[in-house]
């Protein structure tokens, strides 16, 4: 996520999710941010 020029419909696809909420859940679920927040604050330029 931080590493990559991928949007996060693209990243949901290559993961294996149909759903790009579903995704965005688990992984909010599993790292405590949204994934829009954690490419914010982790993005690597």
Known sequence: ????????????????????????RQFKKMTGVAPSEYRKKYRIN
């Open 1 to 24: 996520m931080a590493e990559t020029e991928l949007n996060i419909t693209e990243i949901s696809g290559r993961c294996g999710y149909e759903s790009v909420i579903h995704f965005s």
